[in-house]
């Protein structure tokens, strides 16, 4: 499996952004996915989690409102609609992905994952 993300960039507070992350190397349809963000000299922490067919997710509390999670089977494809950005967002932003039986399960701790992207950063300007 292979997940490759994007999207990231430098934004003002208040703006928006979406992070993308393609997947490959196995059936996507067969995965939940997850977005977690990790900031300097923090730890790694869950952001939001999607099922394998997308009707459940979840989010963190901090993000809950302002982010929306989706994704598109058609195209390899979850996203991370990210609005109303806050200087407290910034940090570099991970996909993950769990293969999993369940088809609306969703998955909140990093060590359900066993596929990483490589990182985008998201940097919010005050």
């Known amino acids: 499996v292979q997940l490759q993300a994007s999207g990231g960039g430098l934004v003002q507070a208040g703006g928006s952004l979406r992070l993308s992350c393609a997947f490959s190397?196995?059936?996507?349809?067969?995965?939940?996915m997850g977005w977690f963000r990790q900031a300097p000299g923090k730890e790694r922490e869950f952001v939001a989690a999607i099922s394998r067919s997308g009707g459940s997710t979840a989010y963190a509390d901090s993000v809950k409102v302002r982010f929306t999670i989706s994704r598109d089977n058609a195209k390899n494809t979850v996203y991370l609609q990210m609005n109303s950005l806050k200087p407290e967002d910034t940090a570099v932003y991970y996909c993950?992905?769990?293969?999993?039986?369940?088809?609306?399960?969703?998955?909140?701790?990093?060590?359900?994952?066993?596929?990483w992207g490589q990182g985008t950063q998201v940097t919010v300007s005050s």
């Open positions: 190397g196995r059936t996507f349809s067969g995965f939940g």
């Open positions: 993950a992905a769990k293969i999993t039986y369940y088809t609306e399960r969703y998955y909140l701790r990093l060590d359900d994952y066993g596929y």
